[in-house]
Each structure stands twice: as structure tokens, then as C-alpha cells.
DNA sequence: ACTATTTGGTCAACCACGTTGACTACCCTA
DNA sequence: TAGGGTAGTCAACGTGGTTGACCAAATAGT
């Protein structure tokens, strides 16, 4: 083999596939509950929009992309009926971005499956191992800066 | 909060995060070493193509996508200099896909980067924790049947 | 040996998701 | 009131994926 196998591959790949078998396994069940059309981008999109609403342009700066790019996305979920839009009375160039009920569901719903798979997570690994897992990636964030701090996706 | 602060969004938002993290990195280190046009997909399926070379076909069946979709990567990945296409002599319908030496030149140097970040990561929690985040990893892959069996991916 | 089927590659149309650049409408401040 | 920054949108484009259709070559089954 010319050079993949070294010890370093494994983690990203290690990350991927878990990240990927935790999105895979949400939607289709997501899929089976009544949201077959959302995709794995539009959860992050969802928290990032947040319980409180925000615009196009805020957006894009929560998800690191272009306000153009925001705004497509959000054209996308309101016309999937995820999203609202509305005018800000205070502010006539704004457009307020909301989440509607149905996407209120929809994340309500994905807590829920995303807790289940955590517990059997932890039935193969054990509790502590699942938090272990947890704090150390949680470590290397904040040693290497991550991004986890994104308004709205934990709870803000 | 609505919904999301619950244990279970940690997870896949730390995955996602340190997957990031770690291709991010990667691609800036690859820039600055001559391989600017390299984007985060590529290394997959160079990867994926392996030394042995492959077909469009099975490159899709490898990377689960389409057969198409396959070939449209292929055709980049030829226009950048990384693949090159060979005539089968045994069956003239295959088109064989072989990774040129820029494209090992590419995965070498990725191979190189990775190693140094996992020993940052190392350095921040300590070389048994980062076994041990494998590890643990690795055992969810299995129960889960995780596609980490992918030929060429881990060194076929 | 000759059909019939499977397989490999490609073309076309389309969609999701991102980019930059240009432009309008609006707010704010000097 | 004139200027500058901000919010949104439009257009053109790139990338990475999808289906469906199609042809040529290999293979299977009489």
C-alpha cells in the first residue's frame, strides 16, 4: 500500500463514519415519522435559525456560508414548509426567518431519535465510555478552536 | 429551548465538529504544499481508487454513489491532473482509472498531515485517550455495521 | 453459432448547495 | 441632506449528486 495506512487515517475516517451512520440513522427515521424530505443539512439549519428567528444575512454567518447561500436554503425550507418568513416592522430591509411548527416538529423529533441512538451507543460501549468520548472530543474543541460556540446550535 | 439541549445533539455535532476540524486542517496544510485544487472529497476517492486503479463502476459501488456521478469525479480529478484513464485490454468496455503521480504525491502528503494531527491531538489528551476515542469508535462501527470495510479506503 | 441479457461508459436534464459580483432599498450618522 | 454601511436579491457559474436513455461490448443459454 503506497501510504493511507498510518494511524492518522483512522480518526477522520473513525469521525466520518460515525457522524455519517448518526445522520443516515436520524433521517430514516425522521422519514418514517413524517419529514421524508428533510435533508441532513436542514437540521443544522434549523438550530441555527433558532427558536428566536433571525435573518438571511445572520444566518450565513452562524453556518459559516454566504448570505446568498443562507438565503437559497431558506427559500428551500419555506417552500418545504419548515421556515417562514416575515417583515421586521423595525426595519424594513430585514426579513425575519422563523421556524414553523412543522419545523419545530421536526427538531423536537430529532432530539428525540438522536437520544435513542446515544443509548445504544451506550449499551454497546457503556455510559461512561459514551461520556468519555464525549469530553475528549470536547477537549480537542476547545484546544483547537473549534466552532461549537455557533449561536443557536446547542441551545442558544 | 425548545428541544435541542439534550444529550444526544452533542454527538453528532462533536463528530461533525472534529471531522471538520481535521479536513480543514489537512486542506490548508495541502495547499500550502502545492495542492491547492484539492478539496475534501477528492482525498476519498483517491483513496478509494486505490493503487491498483478501479472503473467508474466500481468506484461508485465503492463510494455508494451512481455510476455517473462516479465518472463526473473521475473527469475533474483527470482535468486536475490527479487520475488518468487506461483502455482495458481484456474487456473494451471498461476504462480503467488510475491515480497518477501528483495524485500519490496528494496522499502521501495527507497521509504525513494526518499522523501530525492525531499526535496534536495526542498532545492535548494524552496518546491513550486517543487510542481509547478509536477504540471506542471503531467498537461502535462494528456493532453498527459501519461501512469502514469500504476496499481501498483503509489500505485494500 | 446466434440470439438474449447483463455490464460499462456516456449524454442529457435536472436538483441541491455553494461561490462572486452587481445592484436596489433602506437605515444611520456626520 | 449626502454618504456609507447593511439586508436582500438576481445572475452566472462550479461541484457533486440524481434518473433515464442509449450504445457497444461481453457473456449466457439455447
Do not use: C
Not at 413524517?34 to 433571525?54: K, W
Not at 427559500?75 to 425575519?96: M, T
Request: hydrophobic share 45%.
Amino acid at each position: 500500500m503506497a501510504t493511507p495506512d498510518r494511524p492518522g487515517f483512522a480518526l477522520p475516517l473513525l469521525l466520518l463514519a460515525g457522524f455519517r451512520t448518526l445522520i443516515d440513522d436520524l433521517h430514516a427515521e425522521l422519514a418514517r415519522q413524517g419529514h421524508p424530505e428533510l435533508r441532513p443539512a436542514h437540521g443544522f439549519v434549523l438550530q441555527a435559525v433558532g427558536v428566536d428567528g433571525t435573518t438571511a444575512s445572520e444566518l450565513g454567518q452562524r453556518l459559516g456560508v454566504s448570505k446568498q447561500a443562507a438565503g437559497k436554503t431558506v427559500d428551500r425550507l419555506v417552500a418545504l414548509g419548515y421556515l417562514e418568513r416575515a417583515d421586521d416592522l423595525a426595519d424594513a430591509r430585514r426579513k425575519l426567518v422563523r421556524v414553523t411548527e412543522r419545523g419545530l416538529d421536526g427538531l423536537r423529533r430529532s432530539a428525540v431519535v438522536f437520544d435513542e441512538l446515544r443509548d445504544r451507543w451506550a449499551a454497546t460501549l457503556g455510559p461512561e465510555r459514551v461520556a468519555a468520548l464525549e469530553d475528549d472530543l470536547r477537549t480537542v474543541a476547545s484546544a483547537n478552536f473549534f466552532r461549537l460556540d455557533v449561536p443557536g446550535w446547542f441551545g442558544g
